[in-house]
């Protein structure tokens, strides 16, 4: 793995974030006989399927479907979104995913592309918020809240089974 900038989060941090994501996923879930965790590719679908695993692992036992969506992160509106596998999200729960919630235009995006789908209800997860939003959207659930300045970058480098976040 190759290290930029300054270690945020290592491998551990962010395992124990995204487990503490999994038992808040639990509680809000636990009655429910199908979900959707819908990850923003790339890095956002990668955290999707850690998640997974780490609800599988701890018994859960609702049926999960794994989805990535596709979007473009510079340009939302240039090209087309779509779902990996496309299915149809009808009346469905579904958990939107991303590694990095900044101006929220990605999020928003993504959200209103589920919303046409015509979900029945929607949570986001993000596993670093760094709150410079010019968009009215939240996630739910957080691994790490941290203050940057405009100019910093966040960077997630996930290779193999190792996850850290670095400060650029």
Do not use: C
């Not at 958990?95 to 929220?104: A, P, T």
């Not at 929607?122 to 405009?150: E, Q």
């Amino acid at each position: 793995m190759q290290k930029l900038g300054s270690l945020i989060l290592d491998n551990n941090d962010v395992n124990n974030k995204l487990a503490r994501i999994a038992f808040q996923i639990i509680e809000e879930y636990h009655n429910e006989k199908e979900l959707f965790l819908v990850g923003i590719s790339k890095n956002g679908f990668l955290l999707a399927k850690k998640i997974n695993s780490l609800l599988q692992s701890n018994s859960y036992e609702t049926n999960i479907q794994l989805i990535e969506l596709k979007i473009n992160k510079k340009n939302p509106l240039k090209s087309e979104t779509s779902l990996d596998p496309e299915i149809s999200l009808h009346n469905k729960k579904v958990i939107l995913i991303d590694d990095v919630l900044n101006s929220g235009k990605t999020l928003m995006h993504a959200a209103a592309f589920l919303l046409k789908q015509d979900i029945s209800k929607m949570n986001t997860v993000v596993l670093v918020d760094r709150r410079h939003r010019y968009f009215p959207i939240k996630a739910n659930w957080v691994g790490l809240t941290l203050s940057t300045t405009i100019q910093e970058h966040i960077n997630v480098e996930i290779s193999k089974n190792e996850i850290s976040v670095f400060l650029e």
